[in-house]
């Protein structure tokens, strides 16, 4: 798997625990599993861009976003 690969999908899995997190607050429950999401997610985009040798820029997102989603459907 690769370096872009991690960073989409730990974008993805911390962008998806909002919604968990936002009706854990609501309904005045423990946030356990959006917790648990965001904590996946953040360890994944630290091993993303800790392993890339030069980074990421903020306006390389989008493109690598899209790159990913090409590789996986070609």
């Known amino acids: 798997m690769s370096n872009d690969q991690i960073l989409v999908i730990g974008i993805i899995v911390c962008a998806l625990a909002i919604p968990s997190l936002l009706a854990a607050f609501s309904e005045s429950r ?40 090409a590789d996986v459907i070609k």
């Open 30 to 69: 423990p946030p356990r599993a959006g917790a648990i999401m965001i904590l996946i997610g953040g360890v994944l985009l630290t091993y993303a861009l800790t392993q890339k040798a030069g980074g990421y820029r903020f306006e390389q997102i989008p493109h690598i976003f899209v790159q990913v989603i």
